[in-house]
């Protein structure tokens, strides 16, 4: 069965400074790598996904497949980016849904 | 555009009560899912639907059942509840079983059981 480790309960960082959000996985076959965010109040909403290779609120992530690894990265956190972040994992060809990890709460204080 | 809509949105029950919690989406999606989230565990799947009369279990199922008579809606019921079930419960929906990864995601209903 697929796995999704996310090691920190809780992160707190400085307005500024690098933020790094580990996510680790176990999947047997070619997964599919998300992050999504839940603001104070708002619902969990998607924020990238590994196949875009894209940039969202200053966020990235790379697909490490030797490391089985997904961290969220930005290099100058900011106060809004307070939030909890799920990393999540999608079979290939998967109906099921996603697999969730346990979420890290960022901090990021002023 | 309401998306996804979650009833109720807080409901407090004794062990052993029954009760339906009701999700309703207007994107016309064929996935829907239950999730529970509980402190420290993340986002677990009860169950799943991939189209109107079809449903499966997840990761967590025992002690729910689930229904979905139209395709906007998608029913998860607690026939007797246990404080083990105290949660809180998302529902989500998806074009085609999540193919680019976005589940749309409702409120949140929050459950106590005493």
């Known amino acids: 069965a697929q796995r999704v480790t996310q090691p920190e309960k809780l992160l707190s960082v400085f307005k500024g400074a690098p933020v790094e959000l580990k996510c680790n996985y176990s999947y047997s076959g070619s997964p599919e790598l998300f992050w999504y965010v839940q603001y104070s109040r708002q619902r969990l909403q998607l924020l990238l996904r590994?196949?875009s290779r894209e940039s969202i609120k200053g966020f990235t992530a790379d697909l490490n497949k030797g490391e089985t690894s997904f961290h969220l990265k930005k290099p100058f956190a900011q106060e809004e980016d307070s939030a909890m972040y799920y990393c999540?994992?999608?079979?290939?060809?998967?109906?099921?849904?996603?697999?969730f990890g346990k979420g890290t709460h960022l901090i990021i204080q002023p | 555009n309401a998306g996804v809509t979650q009833t109720p949105k807080f409901r407090v029950l004794k062990t052993g009560q029954s009760m339906t919690l009701l999700c309703a989406q207007d994107?016309?999606?064929?996935?829907m899912y239950w999730y529970r989230q509980d402190p420290g565990m993340g986002l677990r799947l009860i169950h799943y639907s991939v189209g109107e009369g079809t449903t499966a279990k997840g990761e967590v199922p025992d002690g729910y059942n689930v229904s979905r008579l139209k395709k906007q809606n998608f029913l998860l019921g607690l026939e007797s509840a246990a404080p083990s079930q105290t949660s809180v419960y998302f529902c989500a929906s998806s074009y085609e079983g999540a193919r680019t990864g976005e589940l749309f995601f409702g409120e949140g209903s929050r459950l106590t059981v005493l």
């Open positions: 994107m016309n999606h064929e996935y």
């Open positions: 999540a994992l999608r079979k290939l060809g998967g109906a099921d849904g996603l697999t």
């Open positions: 590994h196949i």
